[in-house]
C-alpha cells in the first residue's frame, strides 16, 4: 500500500504561526511577497518566494490571516490574483503591492496549526483550459487521458463498498471474495484484485477493518456519524477527518493512507467539505454524480477540482464552488437501470424492480450492459459503488457479481484497482502491455 503513497499525497498546506494578537485576530510578522509584515484578519495575501524560486513563481502560494494565525494554501498550476481573492489564470493574475524594506525581515516561528474552522470566500478561477491544466497536477472535466490510445489503454473497474464494517458482511461478504479469493480473481498481472471501503463508525469492528488494509484493499472515509447535514467547516472536519483519526486509533493504518473520502447520501458538505479536504491532504473524494450517460453523453474520467464543475455535471447539490487544485474527484458516472433512469450507487438502480427481485440473468444483464455499452469502449474507469446490502438482500446479485467479476478476471486488459490506482496511473499513463509487467496494485 506505500509504494505510490509519496506520488499520491503532495502536501499542499503548510502554517505559518506569526506572533498572534488574540484580540484583534491579526496576524503579525507575516512573510508576504511585499515582505514581513501585519495582516489583518481575513486578508488574502501572496506568500513570500522561497529559496530557488523566481518571479515567475510569485503567486503559486497564497495566505490566509484567520483569528490570528497566517495560513499558508497552493493555487497549484494556477496563481493568486489579489484582484478577487482566488486562485487565477497566471497571465490575468496579480499579487498587487509594492515590495517592503528588506531590513524590517523577521522570521517567523513555523508549528503545526490547526487550519481554519470557517471556509475561506473563494470565487471562480474561470474555466479549464486543457492548455494549462496538465497531469500530473490538474486534469480537467470532461477530458480523456492523450498519451495512450483507447486500444492500448487499460480498462479499470472499482469495486467499492459503503458504511460499517461487520462482522456479517465481511464473513459473507468481503471474506469470501477479496480475503480468501474463492473466486480466483486475478488481475493480468496475475496480482490479486482490489477493492476500497468507505468505512463510517458506528457498528464497524476495526480488527476486519485492519485485515483489509493488510491484505491491500483501501480504507477511505465515510464520516463518524454517517450524517451529511452540514456545510460548517469544523463540522464537516469532525466527520471526515474524525474518522480517519479512529482508524488510526483502533489500528495500525497510517492515517496518511486514509487518502478518500464519500458523503453519507450524497448530498454534498458544499465547500466546507471541498476545503477539510484540501486542508487535511486527501487525495480524492467520490461523491459527485453526474448523469452523463442518461443524457445520452459519455461518462467522465476523473478530474481536478482546480476549478469549479459546471452546473449540469453536479446535480447533487450543494456543488463546489471553489478552487481546490490538485484534489481529485472521482464522478459517481451514473449506471442504467431496466427502467432507463440512472443511479449513482448500483444498488439504486431499477433491475426487475426496485426491491432486489431480479434473478442471476436480470443482474448479469444489468451488468454486461453498463460495461460493455457505457464504459469499456472508451476505456473510461468503470465504478461498482455499491453497499454489501445489496448481496445479502439479494443472494441472486452475488452469484451474479461472481459471474461477471470472473468473465472480467479472464480479460487481458481488465483491472479490478481501487480509486488511488486509477489516480496514479493517470498520473503515470502507460499501455496494458506496459502495465501487466509491472507490480501495479500487487
Wanted: glycine letters at 6%; a negative charge; one cysteine or more.
Amino acid at each position: 500500500m506505500t509504494s505510490y503513497t509519496q506520488v499520491l499525497m503532495a502536501a499542499t498546506l503548510a502554517v505559518i504561526m506569526a506572533n498572534i494578537d488574540v484580540t484583534s485576530g491579526i496576524c503579525m510578522n507575516v512573510p508576504t511577497h511585499t515582505g514581513v509584515r501585519t495582516m489583518q484578519d481575513n486578508e488574502y495575501a501572496c506568500a513570500q518566494l522561497g529559496a530557488g524560486e523566481t518571479s515567475a513563481d510569485l503567486g503559486k502560494a497564497y495566505l490566509f490571516c484567520f483569528q490570528g494565525t497566517a495560513h499558508k494554501f497552493n493555487c497549484g498550476t494556477l496563481r493568486w490574483d489579489s484582484k478577487i481573492n482566488n486562485c487565477n489564470w497566471p497571465a490575468e493574475a496579480s499579487c498587487g503591492g509594492q515590495p517592503s524594506d528588506p531590513t524590517n525581515t523577521i522570521d517567523p516561528t513555523l508549528t503545526t496549526a490547526k487550519p481554519p474552522t470557517t471556509t475561506p470566500p473563494m470565487t471562480k478561477p474561470g474555466k479549464c483550459n486543457p492548455e494549462t491544466c496538465r497531469l500530473p497536477d490538474c486534469f480537467c472535466s470532461g477530458a480523456a487521458p492523450a498519451n495512450v490510445s483507447e486500444r492500448d489503454a487499460p480498462m479499470f473497474v472499482m469495486l467499492t463498498f459503503d458504511d460499517a464494517v461487520t462482522t456479517t458482511v465481511f464473513s459473507k461478504v468481503y471474506y469470501p471474495i477479496l480475503i480468501n479469493n474463492e473466486w480466483q480473481l486475478r488481475n493480468p498481472n496475475n496480482c490479486t484484485v482490489k477493492s476500497t471501503f468507505f468505512v463510517s463508525n458506528l457498528y464497524t469492528d476495526y480488527s476486519l477493518v485492519q485485515i483489509l488494509y493488510d491484505n491491500d484493499h483501501e480504507i477511505a472515509s465515510h464520516t463518524v456519524n454517517h450524517t451529511s447535514d452540514t456545510d460548517i467547516y469544523s463540522e464537516a472536519k469532525a466527520e471526515i477527518v474524525g474518522l480517519r483519526d479512529i482508524v488510526a486509533a483502533k489500528t495500525s493504518i497510517p492515517p496518511e493512507e486514509i487518502r478518500g473520502f464519500r458523503v453519507p447520501y450524497l448530498r454534498t458538505y458544499g465547500d466546507a467539505q471541498y476545503a477539510v479536504l484540501r486542508d487535511y491532504n486527501f487525495t480524492y473524494d467520490s461523491s459527485i454524480v453526474n448523469i452523463e450517460i442518461q443524457a445520452g453523453r459519455k461518462a467522465l474520467w476523473p478530474f481536478t477540482l482546480d476549478y469549479p464543475i459546471e452546473e449540469n455535471q453536479c446535480p447533487n447539490r450543494p456543488c463546489p464552488k471553489g478552487s481546490y487544485p490538485g484534489l481529485w474527484e472521482i464522478p459517481m458516472n451514473g449506471w442504467i437501470g431496466d427502467n432507463g433512469y440512472s443511479c449513482g450507487m448500483i444498488d439504486g438502480c431499477s433491475i426487475n424492480g426496485p426491491n432486489f427481485d431480479g434473478t442471476v440473468e436480470d443482474y448479469l444483464k444489468f451488468f454486461r450492459r453498463n460495461f460493455y455499452e457505457n464504459f469499456y469502449p472508451l476505456r473510461i474507469p468503470m465504478h461498482m459503488f455499491t453497499h454489501a446490502s445489496m448481496f445479502l438482500k439479494g443472494p441472486e446479485a452475488l452469484e451474479a457479481l461472481r459471474l461477471f467479476l470472473q468473465e472480467l478476471s479472464a480479460m487481458d486488459n481488465v483491472w479490478l484497482v481501487t480509486p488511488s490506482h486509477v489516480i496514479y496511473w493517470m498520473q503515470n499513463q502507460v499501455t496494458n502491455d506496459e502495465l501487466a509487467q509491472t507490480s501495479f496494485a500487487c
